[in-house]
């Protein structure tokens, strides 16, 4: 079995409510799984689950092949993984003494301890505050010491709960680029939770979206990113255009959908009459003066006012009312070049290749 | 305000003198009071720990009668030890009554909830999660416990403080169950009360500022063992 960790039917219950329930889950070995999900939606109840920490109330935990029960050594299988939770959670000890805690836990001797806890402290850049007290430091400087804690374990699967969330956004940036280093490096095999797409994305390998205690899908980014499966996840991972229609046309793999009067083409093997979601990222939306065709090879090309723009950073998002909403992330300088104001007449244009389907009910 | 100043001249004077009976009162309390500080603390830092980390039925229960007893008057305290090792009462054969030991006895049941609640109190004054992550760390039950309870030192110091400071100014239970038997079980807050009643106003002030000389000292040792890898 090429899976270190595998779940089946497990489910967690507090009180009366089923906080989790996912029937299948296997952590192939060296891969990194990102699980992503809103607040609340059970994420961190899944990994405490995976780390052995929390005791499902029903369904199997196989660990390396064995069935975890209730006669398992747990504290012995849990010696050979690793966590990093959100907030360092480091003791009142030295920076050393605290990279070096697991290490000590499992009675490794002195002179082995500190040696891998200096290779971990340079590593994350942390070597220098070695002998600072740990209550001294930094909220990055603590979350490098959490990781270097739990790299110094050489665990066989590393558990992240949210490990950058709480830091600024430049320490975050630079730490979530070390992590993703350090794992490709090793081949570490990793499970992370996070609510941030653009962390999912840096880390992942394959990407689980967890909504209401349930798994709702799991594969590589692009196909999560790209091909959500619902309404919801594709909300979730920002597809910010989902809209109701019908295939009215199928030609071979091209299908065309009647949405609220107009027509968007989709490359979509949906079958005639299905009724569908259809979903486009707003990074795939161009949008143009509002002179129609022509200046573009893009399949859908849409009519409409402009009602809304939000700065988003260094980019703008502009909502256009074709009928329904259809919402383009572009950058300042398009934006400005386009004199775009609340009202105007623009036209958005999509690919078909950039409009991907759910099929629906009804 | 004379009574005061002649207490404090009269304590120098004594201590100096080497007065035989002085040292011996001293020397008592502080042996009394330290042994039951000492095993309430073996008794009551366990429990404390268990209350704080092992969820059972009725823990709820166990946790405000603990916090009641961090308030048990010495009297009723001393009343129930007496009528425990009196000749005819239930441990009457072991014949410790008005010893220096039923002191000690007397002062543990007066400290140990003491010990118990501060304990629960600077275990659950750390961050939840913690347990969690020493747990994830790979940390036995033993280890957790272990590394917790360093971890709440500071607050647990306090409450060897509170522990120590609560049974040697007590009187009532060490007059019941001690006597103040000149040379056998007398202590500096029975012999403060008798050299009181006696009308001996300046020996009874010197008595009490040797009492709270000792306090400072004993705590100052604590506060110091407490700050001491505390820089600000």
Redesign the interface.
Known sequence: MGAILQIRNLAIQRGERTVLLVNDLAVERGEVLAIIGPNGAGKSTLLLALALLLPPTSGAIWFDGALVTSQSNLTALRRRMAMVLQEPLLLDKTVVDNVALGLSLRGVGRAERERRAAVWLDRLGIAHLARRQARALSGGEAQRTSLARALALEPEVLFLDEPFSALDAPTRAGLVEQVAEIVRETGLTTVMVTHDRDEALALGDRVGVIMGGQLLQAGTPEEVFTTPVNAEVAQFVGVETVAPGHVIAQDGGLAAVQVSGFVVEAVSDAPLGQAVLACVRPEDVTILPDVGRGLTSARNVLRGRVTRLRPAGAQVRVTVDCGFPVTALITRRSAQELDLAVDQSVSASFKASAVHLILRAG | MDVIVNGGVEAVRLLLSGDHELWQVIWLSLRVSLTATFLSLLIGSPLGAMLALRPFRGRGVAVSLVNTGMGLPPVVVGLFVTILLWRNGPLGEMRLLYTPNAMIIAQCVIAVPIVTGLTLAALQSL?P??R??L??????RV?MVW?LV??ARLPLLAAVMAGFGAVISEIGASMMVGGNIQGQTRVLTTATVMETSKGNFSLAMALSLILLALMVLVNSVLTWVQQRQRPL
């Open positions: 961050n999660k913690l969690l992550q747990q994830a760390l790979g940390a036995t280890q590394l360093q971890e």
